[in-house]
């Protein structure tokens, strides 16, 4: 269970978040809000597996927003007891439709808790090539294997 303090900062992040037209990084936020950009990035992390903000990179930096509304498609693949990947669509407060996939791994130190390893955000005008280089490397795949045996 979080703290009362851990809450209200992660309100106070969201608020930052829903007010932005563009997004923040983690250090835009620690600077907007006075808090140490360890912590806003350890609520982002959180908030990100709660799907209540998201991000896209542009290149070294993860520029978050606040998701606008709920999922409009979420999808859970378990690939162990111990790791899920997630596939959801959302719309950005900017209104532009995304899919993300994340990465999940439960966390050793709290048996029920999950921590994210990796997330990728992919705008809806790329979406059709990425799904062409998936499938492109799915036959690669396929040929590797049948090449094996």
Known sequence: MR???????????LKVLRNSKYGYTVKELSEILNMHRHTVAKILERLLLEKKVEYIEKGPLKIYYAVKE????EERID???YEKIWVDVIERADN??????NQTKRDVLAEKK????????????VLKQFIEAILKASNVIENLRSKTF
């Open 114 to 125: 999950f921590r994210s390893v990796g997330a990728v955000a992919i705008e809806e005008s």
């Open 79 to 81: 690939v162990s007891k």
């Open 96 to 101: 532009k439709i995304i899919l993300r996939i």
């Open 70 to 73: 709920k999922k409009k498609f």
């Open 3 to 13: 703290y009362r303090s851990e809450e209200k900062n992660a309100e106070r992040v």
